[in-house]
């Protein structure tokens, strides 16, 4: 797998992961203002031209905001999270952030393990923000103070 920028060929495949893993995914044409937002950021894995994870920033003053993380289902539990998320990270340190911030379903096991494995704390909770039944916990990662 090597890491690339978001590129508008991918946003097709990266739609199909969105529609896969989330119940309310990002469109195509969600994704489309992403390409020419100087603070978007995003990192995409691609193995033999194939899409297999991504994820992106929103960078505000000294803050990273993560928009999304998804790996294609093939290709979950084998690490490449974990690459993903470490290379995004090196992207937001290297652009001089302090912060990066996300939010996650309470209950995404999956996901809530791989931020905490990246040093991400859980430092809010808003009730049943996700369809008025499932908590968002608010993590956030403060560099300097990460494990990784
Ligand atoms: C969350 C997600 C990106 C993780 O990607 P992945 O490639 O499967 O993750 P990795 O294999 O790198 O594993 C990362 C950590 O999560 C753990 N993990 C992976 N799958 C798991 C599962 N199904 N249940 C519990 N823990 C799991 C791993 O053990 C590892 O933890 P460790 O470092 O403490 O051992 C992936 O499951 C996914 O795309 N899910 C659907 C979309 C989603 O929920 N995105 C996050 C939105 S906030």
């Not at 193995?47 to 993380?69: L, P, R, W």
Request: with cysteine; glycine share 8%.
């Amino acid at each position: 797998m090597k890491f690339d920028t978001l590129r508008s060929e991918y946003i097709p495949q990266i739609a199909a992961i969105e529609r896969d893993s989330f119940e309310r995914p990002w469109s195509e044409q969600a994704f489309l203002p992403e390409l020419a937002d100087e603070n978007a950021h995003y990192v995409v894995g691609v193995q033999d031209g194939q899409v297999i994870c991504y994820a992106g920033f929103h960078s505000v003053a000294d803050e990273a905001h993560m928009t999304n993380v998804a790996v294609r289902r093939d290709m979950r539990g084998r690490g490449v999270g974990k690459l993903l998320m470490c290379e995004l990270l090196d992207n937001a340190r290297r652009l001089g952030l302090k912060h990066v911030t996300l939010e996650v379903r309470d209950g995404n096991e999956a996901a809530v393990r791989l931020y905490a494995g990246c040093g991400f704390k859980v430092e809010g909770v808003r009730r049943k923000y996700y369809n008025n039944m499932h908590d968002a916990l608010i993590m956030w990662l403060h560099f300097g103070e990460d494990i990784g």
